[in-house]
């Protein structure tokens, strides 16, 4: 599985920190786990697809992130599916936490 991202941000001030990405998955060969699979998991889970090899799928997304102490990041994202086959992640709201140390 390949996976590529690119990701900008602009710190606006602490608690507001907007950001757009973009999210890629290609898988580099089918799998074999359960015969018949028509649709790989991608980033959610991989069920290893037996017909998914060099099927790209594409995310756009939007969120923030605030930051509630000088390590801690809390971030919320919206995004949609922007290449066929949707499959499994067609449209998601992410939450995540980034801890520095």
Sequence with gaps: ???YSLMVDYDTCRWFIPFATVNF???LNDGNNIAGLRSNGYDVINFGAGNANGV???MVGFGFRS????????GFAYE??????YGLTNNRVTVDMCIRF
């Design 25 to 27: 998955w290609t898988p």
């Design 56 to 58: 790209t799928q594409g």
């Design 67 to 74: 930051r509630v102490h000088d390590k801690v990041d809390l």
């Design 80 to 85: 949609i599916a922007m290449i066929r086959p």
């Design 1 to 3: 599985m390949a996976h």
